[in-house]
């Protein structure tokens, strides 16, 4: 089996910083493009953040020049810095990667349980 477990969130004020990290686990073979998504209270789930294999990353335009993303292959973990934080932030944060769990296994798309940001003063 294979896990994602995020950890990081909490209550931070406007204009803060928090820091995202997300972990696999278990029958991890290889690992292909790792993301950050998104949803806010009555919202769809959106897209934030990825980090592929190559080491190019993709922004949602709402959070260019604010969040980073960056990876360590070795922990198999990929971290989310949130820089100068807005209300509109305020979100469960979801980690989602694609892993093969064999060699030539086909790849299989994971979504750790979420993390809670909430930004308010």
């Known amino acids: 089996q294979v896990q994602l477990v995020e950890s990081g969130g909490g209550l931070v004020q406007p204009g803060g910083s928090l820091r995202l990290s997300c972990t696999a686990s278990g029958r991890v073979f290889s690992i292909g493009v790792m993301a950050w998504h998104r949803q806010a209270p009555g919202k769809e789930r959106e897209f934030v953040a990825n980090f592929t294999p190559g080491g190019s990353t993709n922004y949602a335009d709402s959070v260019k020049d604010r969040f980073t993303v960056s990876r360590d292959n070795a922990k198999k973990t990929v971290y989310l810095q949130m820089n100068s934080l807005k209300p509109e932030d305020t979100a469960v944060y979801y980690c989602?990667?694609?892993?093969?769990?064999?060699?030539?296994?086909?790849?299989?798309?994971?979504w750790g349980q979420g993390t809670q940001v909430t930004v308010s003063s």
């Open positions: 989602n990667a694609n892993i093969r769990t064999q060699y030539g296994g086909t790849w299989g798309a994971y």
